[in-house]
């Protein structure tokens, strides 16, 4: 008998045999979906920590943006010592060869975040308004995440410019042959899109104020600069460069940024089709800056409400003192000078008919001039003009040269002319210890004598006009303002903007991060 074929058609069994290899089958299944189950739970878990550790970085970021306004509103620097938070002064050491810490282990939400401040610059002369901010999140299952952001900060008061005009009142607002050192900003209010606003025919805009008159330069405290960080912006309005051979900036000395209006190249020519004449490169070139030059830039501060400042006349009035019904005069009927029902005239001694007079004037608001906080003197023989605080008038003329010592602001209901030199009595002093503010509601016309020098900060909710050679080492802030004429001089001093007398309209720092690129440097 063969037993061996028996054994082999035996099928008894069988099923069992297979029921648990199917059983051994799903086992395997059922441990690999759940090894799957835990690894996407994992994932998962990973996932969420990973993204509250982004969410906690960006809010670091956030905090750090908001802290570093703070600094900047305090002094203007954000790479000094003594940092101004908004929890109290804090000491930081800057460094812009490694990061280092400036709020540790913040708790925000299920984490943490830290913030690193990098400077720009070699010590000890760093960039006072460019960070580079590393902040690091940590989340659930100490997951982080490191964000890197390069902020650029600027502070955008009509002050911080050498031209803030508000309007275009019945024509160009800047035209003619005008040389123009620092920012411009012209807000083109009531005009049409197509309207110009800016047509310097052959004229210069100039990224440095060293050409300035030398006994103007010898008044400024630190002197001239080779680079304002000039920026020139027009919100709404056209840029004519067709007449003449004006240009803006220069190629060995380019401004920081042009932002006319909508940006807009329809010809694809790099140039912004509201800047008409305006040419990037070759023979014809006029436009040169970082941005907006080889690249059409639209106005780049339409997120914020920037207007023309308004005179705040309940505080001025609160706090000036009054001398619009104020007589100190003196000269026979028909040739008086000095005060005169509050118009002021700023001159010299005079003679008459052989009779000498001098239209000295001393008003302050204390029992003497040291306990006052308001007030003129004003010495007709050596044209030296007193100053402190606020002084209210009806008109104001100055009709011969002058220097003046003090920080102050002479307040005009009316009309203003100045026909005459405004110099700091003390040289450099200006703006840091000597400035001179004039605040009219009126129009103002600048020297209609050719060759005046003049410092300060003048305001005027009317037109400004300047139609001589002439300099001024400061800032205009107007409606309109009107040059048709000759070649005037406007040097841009950036110091005046955090040295201006008390109550110029707008004087506040605005201080705002137009440049911002970030990056995510880890994530575990």
């Not at 060759?451 to 400004?464: D, N, W």
Request: overall charge negative.
């Amino acid at each position: 008998m063969k037993i061996i074929p028996l054994i082999l058609k035996d099928e008894k069994g069988i099923a069992l045999v297979v029921a648990l290899l199917f059983l051994t089958l799903l086992s395997l299944l059922g441990i690999a979906g759940i090894i799957t189950s835990t690894t996407d739970t994992k994932i998962a878990g990973n996932t969420l920590s990973g993204t509250k550790a982004l969410y906690i970085a960006e809010a670091g970021l956030s905090r750090a943006e908001a802290e570093l306004i703070n600094d900047l509103n305090n002094d203007q620097n954000i790479a000094n010592s003594s940092f101004a938070a908004t929890s109290g002064t804090i000491t930081i050491t800057p460094s812009s060869t490694a990061f280092y810490n400036v709020f540790s282990n913040i708790s925000f939400g299920a984490g943490s975040y830290t913030i690193q401040f990098k400077n720009y610059g070699t010590a000890p002369n760093y960039e006072s308004a460019i960070v580079l901010v590393r902040s690091t999140g940590t989340g659930p299952n100490s997951s982080t995440v490191t964000l890197e952001r390069y902020l650029s900060a600027e502070n955008i008061s009509p002050w911080n410019n050498a031209i803030f005009a508000g309007g275009g009142g019945g024509g160009i607002p800047i035209t003619g042959s005008t040389v123009i050192a620092g920012s411009i900003h012209l807000l083109g209010n009531g005009l049409a899109p197509t309207a110009t606003v800016f047509s310097n025919q052959t004229g210069d805009v100039l990224n440095s104020n060293t050409g300035m008159d030398a006994t103007l330069a010898g008044k400024i405290a630190g002197g001239t600069t080779s680079d304002l960080d000039a920026k020139f912006r027009v919100k709404n309005g056209r840029v004519d460069l067709t007449i003449g051979s004006g240009y803006i900036a220069q190629s060995s000395n380019p401004f920081k940024g042009i932002y006319v209006t909508n940006g807009i190249d329809s010809n694809t020519d790099g140039v912004n089709d509201d800047i008409i004449g305006g040419d990037n490169s070759g023979t014809g070139q006029n436009l040169y800056a970082d941005k907006g030059a080889n690249s059409a830039e639209a106005y780049d501060l339409g997120d914020y409400n920037i207007t023309l400042p308004s005179i705040d006349t309940t505080w001025m009035d609160a706090n000036s003192k009054n001398l619009t019904g104020t007589n100190q005069y003196v000269g026979p009927a028909g040739n008086q000078k000095g005060l005169i029902a509050g118009a002021l005239e700023l001159t010299g001694d005079y003679k008459v008919t052989g009779t000498d007079y001098y239209p000295n004037i001393e008003q302050y608001d204390g029992v003497d001039w040291a306990s006052s906080t308001n007030g003129i003197r004003y010495n007709s023989v050596t044209n030296v003009l007193e100053i402190k605080g606020i002084v209210k008038v009806t008109s104001l003329n100055i009709s011969d040269d002058i220097t003046y010592a003090g920080k102050g602001t002479i307040y005009v209901t009316g009309t203003t002319n100045i026909d005459g030199n405004v110099l700091p009595a003390t040289a450099a002093s200006y703006p840091t210890t000597n400035v001179l503010g004039v605040v009219s509601t009126g129009n103002m016309a600048l020297p209609s004598s050719a060759q005046k020098l003049l410092t300060g900060a003048y305001y005027s909710s009317g037109t400004v006009t300047s139609s001589k050679q002439n300099e001024l080492a400061g800032t205009i802030v107007c409606q309109n303002f009107n040059i048709t004429a000759q070649v005037p001089r406007i040097w841009q001093v950036p110091s005046l903007a955090t040295n201006l007398p008390p109550g110029m309209p707008g004087a506040t720092p605005v201080w705002v991060f137009t440049e911002k690129t970030w990056r995510e440097i880890t994530r575990d």
